[in-house]
């Protein structure tokens, strides 16, 4: 092949793509990205024709075979080896046409469009038969909407070359993930850091407070001890000294001995919210252990609300119908986190509902039956708790369940947002982005063996009762178990 003559091919066919040439790879690169070779011959020329093109350029896997209606396949450069390496196979096929070359070597090629992202293309690649893995692959390139179609659209791509950018698209997705990981690491070691704060602040709290709720008993005592002692001494002094007169009147005493009382029972009053906030807040703030432990639900559901009432305001009602339940064996502080979530998302959709009805109220619009039906009604979240039936697919469960449904009258959610909220508990969503609810449902099915569901109103197929926006629906067994369902 040394009396080929180089000057007989254009400088285009010179050119060699190379790995080198293309800008780094992301997740979503695409086949056009990568080192696509365009030789081409027609099947009329003879096979020292592809001799020479595979001269030329070392790293040519193969060249692309056209006729008159078209691209009809390629000839690799392992191929064309392979058939000259044969007995008189220099003499047979270099001096015949190619269509001669191309009639032995029949093969089906792998064709894929341009835009084919490199790990879906390398995936189907290693799907190909063993003897087909070293045959480079068909790239059809992409036309334009109006562009005429071209006889020659056909490119080659090296199984190598495709095979490299896989892995190295791998190893940045590895990467990624990695880093996630370390981020997420990293939060959770803040948000225990933070638990662990908060929880020695609430137990700063408790300890002066202990303090002042115990003497406030003998406070409350020694107080009305006085007022006897007062009582008595006006009983045996009908006409008190004039100082002592006087000094009954700048103090009130009248008054003083009917207000000592309710202030009394007002700091008594108060002292007990601070403790009860103090504990929810070390409730939530609680590390669970490594096994799940019983819990009252109910208790553990007022403290997120008492947590919560600050942005819940007097606007906001929130009605409970709580059946009887019996402790349920649980992560606690995991569960909180979820039940904050849920009321988190249930009260961002009722502040706007409780502004718009606001300012009908103080425009004193005349709004019409039923046509603003989500404005005017007033905001209100419902939890509801009872016992319930196993899931359809633990028909056969002999085990109790529980149910708690924590249900907003808001709008209730729109088409994107169901679809979104839906895809964000696939497994490859949570890996790019894990949302509130989607760490709930986590929680709710991996850690717990339940279930959880999400309603709304604006679904034909989910339909919801009556004045209700969007439910959330929690069902757990009496039992912890651990591990998708």
């Known amino acids: 092949m040394a ?3 180089p000057a007989a091919f254009s400088e285009a066919d010179l050119s060699i793509p190379t790995m080198e040439d293309i800008p780094a790879l992301g997740i979503n690169s695409t086949l056009a990205e990568l080192p696509l070779h365009g030789v081409s011959l027609d ?25 008159q209606q078209g691209c009809i396949g390629f000839i690799s450069r392992q191929r064309f080896l392979d058939y000259l390496l044969r007995p008189k196979g220099i003499d047979l096929f270099l001096s015949q046409p190619l269509r001669v070359l191309q009639s032995y070597a029949r093969l089906k090629p792998l064709v894929l469009a341009q835009n084919t992202p490199i790990l879906v293309a390398a995936q189907l690649a290693l799907r190909r038969p063993i003897e087909y893995q070293g045959e480079p692959i068909l790239v059809r390139q992409s036309r334009r909407h109006g562009q005429r179609p071209v006889l020659k659209d056909h490119l080659l791509l090296s199984p190598q070359d495709l095979n490299l950018a896989h892995w190295q698209i791998r190893g940045i997705e590895t990467q990624i993930r990695h880093e996630r990981a370390q981020a997420q690491m990293l939060q ?7 638990g662990r704060l908060v929880d020695g602040v609430a137990h700063e709290i408790l300890d002066p407070l202990g303090f002042i709720w115990g003497n406030l008993a003998h406070v409350s005592s020694y107080c009305n001890q006085l007022m006897e002692v007062i009582t008595a001494y006006e009983g045996a002094l009908p006409e008190p000294p004039v100082e002592v007169l006087d000094l009954r009147e700048d103090i009130e005493l009248d008054y003083l001995q009917t207000d000592l009382p309710h202030t009394i029972s007002s700091i008594q009053g108060g002292a ?3 403790k009860q906030l103090a504990l929810s807040l070390q409730n939530f703030c609680h590390i669970d252990e490594v096994y799940p432990k019983p819990a009252d639900l109910h208790e553990l559901l007022d403290s997120i609300v008492l947590l919560l009432k600050s942005r819940l305001t007097t606007r906001i009602e929130v009605v409970r119908d709580y059946a009887p339940l019996p402790p349920v064996t649980c992560f606690a502080g995991q569960l909180g986190q979820v ?4 009321f988190i998302n249930c009260v961002d959709a009722l502040l706007e509902q409780t502004v718009r009805r606001d300012i009908s109220a103080d425009l004193g619009e005349a709004i019409q039956k039923g046509h603003f039906f989500e404005v005017m009604e007033t905001p209100k979240i419902t939890i509801t708790t009872c016992m319930c039936v196993p899931p ?8 109790r369940w529980i149910s708690i449904t924590i249900a907003d009258n808001g709008p209730g959610l729109s088409s994107e947002a169901q679809a979104q909220v839906l895809k964000s508990f696939s497994v490859e969503q949570r890996l790019e982005k894990e949302t509130n609810l989607a760490m709930s449902y986590r929680i709710i099915t991996a850690k717990h063996g339940g279930r959880f569901y999400v309603r709304s109103r604006s679904f034909s197929s989910h339909e919801t009762n009556p004045g209700i926006g969007t439910e959330f629906e929690i069902r757990l067994p009496l039992y912890a178990r651990s591990g998708e369902p």
């Open 3 to 5: 009396d080929l003559d």
């Open 392 to 399: 359809k697919e633990n028909h056969q469960d002999s085990q």
């Open 339 to 342: 039940f904050m979530n849920i």
């Open 43 to 67: 099947l009329d020329h003879p096979g020292t024709d592809a001799a020479h093109q595979f001269e030329l350029d070392p790293q040519l896997p193969g060249i692309i075979l056209y006729d």
């Open 272 to 274: 007990e919210r601070l």
């Open 188 to 194: 959770s070691e803040k948000m225990a850091a933070l």
